[in-house]
């Protein structure tokens, strides 16, 4: 729950224009405007520039993690276009609370599951204006998407508006919440 609140909370100053850095965590803007183009990244995190004690192994700098997180998500909607359940499989946490911009919340399980019997088949998910919050074991991902989706035989294109969060877990990342709100056409 405390994570959920957390995304809100950097949705609603992301909504406000603001652009901060909290706590431990690093603000990264990253420009996609569309597959074809490299993403484009300004970092506020000071870890770039730092330099490791002797002795110690090296860390990904938070600016690595958000670029990654930014990259692996774009992996994941690619996934879900393509019906690759497998790495879908691999990047879903079993916990998922995958909130769509219907209000239906879907589990791993039910999500995966909708994929594989063909009751919802994404066609394209293609995100534009990401943004990237490292909170050290967590990532939030704010930004647009534009989603083209066959939902009981019913097709659909839109853009949503979502929060997306990474948590690292036994040294991989995986999401673990998606919330998304449709965007007035």
């Given at each position: ?11 609603a ?63 994941r ?25 219907s ?14 019997s ?11 204006d ?40 036994d ?15």
């Amino acid at each position: 729950m405390r994570l959920l609140a957390c995304a809100a909370s950097v949705a609603a100053r992301w909504r406000a224009g603001q652009e901060r850095r909290h706590g431990i965590g690093a603000t990264t803007r990253i420009g996609l405007p569309n597959a074809d183009q490299p993403a484009t990244m300004h970092s506020s995190s000071r870890a770039a520039g730092r330099t490791r004690p002797e002795g110690r192994s090296r860390r990904t700098s938070m600016a690595d993690n958000a670029s990654m997180i930014v990259e692996l998500d774009r992996k994941r909607m690619q996934a879900m276009a393509t019906k690759d359940i497998a790495m879908l499989e691999t990047v879903l946490a079993d916990d998922l609370v995958y909130t769509h911009s219907s209000a239906r919340v879907d589990t791993k399980r039910s999500l995966i599951d909708a994929m594989v019997s063909g009751a919802t088949v994404y066609t394209g998910v293609d995100p534009s204006d990401v943004t990237a919050q490292d909170l050290g074991e967590a990532v939030v991902l704010t930004g647009l998407a534009q989603i083209r989706v066959t939902s009981n035989g019913t097709p659909n294109a839109f853009v949503v508006r979502f929060t997306d969060v990474y948590a690292r877990r036994d040294g991989r990342w995986q999401m673990v919440t998606w919330q998304s709100t449709r965007l007035p056409t």
